[in-house]
């Protein structure tokens, strides 16, 4: 079955460049999303088909894609922005894939 | 504004059925499909399928065929979602999200325990 695959953690201290990466075969031809999650809650929409940012979200949240791999990146993290992030993506046969999702820490 | 309210958490023994409900508000029911994810404790998130809520149409993951059924009442603007023959392994946070790719909005969640 078609795999997304995301580093399980990545930290930062605040105010640095977080980058999360996400890379699958059919990311080429595909679009991808990227979900922030709390404890406890649901997922939230970062970035939309591949480099969007829906209203509201902070311009320190942008996606960008090279190959087979998309990356979120955040710039000048947060304390807030600590979480877990998924990415999205469809196979080939467009059914729905998220990543394994990555615990950004800001230290 | 738009909201999806999920039914109550539920504890079932294996073997049994569960049916999750989502009640949407704020924007025209029809005009958007809805999604099903699903989160095991301490895991990541699984997409279960989507049925679109004009014409009925569904599209299940592969995993799940033959044992979800997903529905919706346009009268009442809600969505379920049918799980049957359940096991231990699927305890977990059961999630309706609008839409049938980008998904702005989500449902609080409802936690599903299978236990004997």
């Known amino acids: 079955s078609y795999e997304l695959t995301q580093p399980p953690s990545v930290s930062v201290s605040p105010g640095q460049t977080a980058r999360i990466t996400c890379s699958g075969d059919?990311?080429?031809?595909?679009?991808a999303y990227w979900y922030q999650q709390k404890p406890g809650q649901a997922p939230f929409l970062v970035i939309s088909?591949?480099?969007e940012r829906p209203s509201g979200i902070p311009e320190r949240f942008s996606g960008s894609g090279s190959g087979t791999t998309v990356t979120l990146t955040i710039s000048g993290v947060q304390a807030e922005d600590e979480a877990d992030y998924y990415c999205q993506s469809a196979d080939s046969s467009g059914a729905w894939v998220f990543g394994g999702g990555t615990k950004l820490t800001v230290l | 504004q738009v909201q999806l309210v999920q039914s109550g958490a539920e504890v079932k023994k294996p073997g049994a059925s569960v049916m999750v409900s989502c009640k949407a508000s704020?924007?025209?029911?029809?005009?958007?499909?809805i999604t099903w994810v699903r989160q095991a404790p301490g895991q990541g998130l699984e997409w279960m399928g989507w049925i679109d809520t004009y014409n009925g149409n569904r599209d299940y993951a592969q995993k799940f065929q033959g044992r979800v059924t997903m529905t919706t009442d346009t009268a009442t603007r809600t969505a379920y979602m049918d799980l049957r023959s359940l096991r231990s392994d699927d305890t977990a946070v059961y999630f309706c999200a609008r839409g049938g790719a980008k998904f702005e909005y989500w449902g609080q969640g409802t936690l599903v325990t299978v236990s004997s």
């Open positions: 704020g924007y025209s029911f029809t005009t958007y499909g």
């Open positions: 088909q591949n480099t």
């Open positions: 059919a990311l080429p031809k595909q679009d």
